[in-house]
């Protein structure tokens, strides 16, 4: 997948100060040949620094757009992801009771059959969602996780996000308090509050997703023998984020992988 970076805008530009100033290359053909090329000498001079002058501008203005300032700054760019991996538990209390957990708290999956769970002011009673333990705050981290069957989202929720009934303040994605990347088949779509974009992406099992707290920026990257950006959030957070995700038919499943050694190269 290679990259489309947004065109810049430019207006033409008027005929600045300094043009007036260049000097003028005599038409006498009188003038000695010293003077000819003195002059000539002088425009270039003077027509090198407006150049000078003006690609600086373009370089300062121009190339600045946030695409290219993102990329530079993007630590995939350069293997120094798994540098940010961090370690990620379930956190059973705000577990649906549709879901199943795995003992060792990485893997989750939906059931038919609801579970005793006990009841708590945290736990999602009608969306078939679940948050991790750790709070991620004032800081940079990445993590992977691999998904199957049906339709599922992948994302991160201040603690706030709704947890009771069936409205938009509990959906992972569809408030103001979370971002969401959601797999239906092979239909990707980006969720924040009303933002609902369609992404179009080959079906990748394997998401790297990457956190860049100081930045206000999430992206979510599809990992194969390359690593693709599929859909980057901005935001300012002002809160801890947790990891979450939301598995909305039977027998989908999410489980929190371990980032491979050697990360595959950027697309």
């Given amino acids: 997948m290679s990259f489309c970076f947004p065109l810049q805008n430019f207006h033409v530009a008027s005929v600045p100060p300094e043009m007036r100033e260049i000097p003028s290359v005599p038409s006498n053909t009188d003038l000695p040949l010293k003077a000819v090329r003195k002059a000539v000498t002088d425009f270039s001079k003077c027509l090198q620094e407006i150049i000078d002058k003006d690609v600086g501008k373009i370089n300062k203005i121009g190339w600045k757009n946030e695409s290219v300032a993102l990329l530079e700054e993007d630590p995939r760019a350069d293997s120094k992801f798994l540098k940010y991996t961090c370690c990620l538990m379930l956190d059973p209390i705000t577990a649906h009771r549709n879901l199943i957990l795995s003992e060792d708290l990485r893997s989750v999956r939906v059931s038919r059959q609801a579970h005793p769970y006990p009841s708590h002011p945290q736990r999602f009673d009608r969306y078939q969602q679940v ?76 998401i790297g997703v990457y956190l860049d707290f100081p930045e206000g920026s999430i992206s979510f990257y599809g990992v194969s023998n390359t690593m693709t950006l599929l859909h980057r959030f901005q935001a300012k957070f002002t809160e801890p984020l947790y990891p979450g995700f939301w598995l909305y038919v039977y027998d989908s499943m999410v489980k929190i992988c371990e980032p491979r050694g050697d990360l595959p190269a950027l697309s």
């Avoid at 929720?157 to 408030?175: H, T």
């Fill in 131 to 206: 948050l991790c333990q750790e709070g991620l705050f004032s800081d940079r981290y990445y993590w992977e996780v691999e998904w199957n069957n049906g339709r599922v989202g992948i994302g991160v929720a201040y603690k706030g996000i709704g947890r009771k009934g069936g409205k938009d303040p509990c959906g992972l994605g569809y408030n103001s308090a979370s971002w969401c990347l959601e797999w239906s088949g092979s239909n990707c779509f980006a969720h924040h509050g009303q933002q609902h974009i369609p992404v179009t992406s080959p079906l990748f099992p394997r």
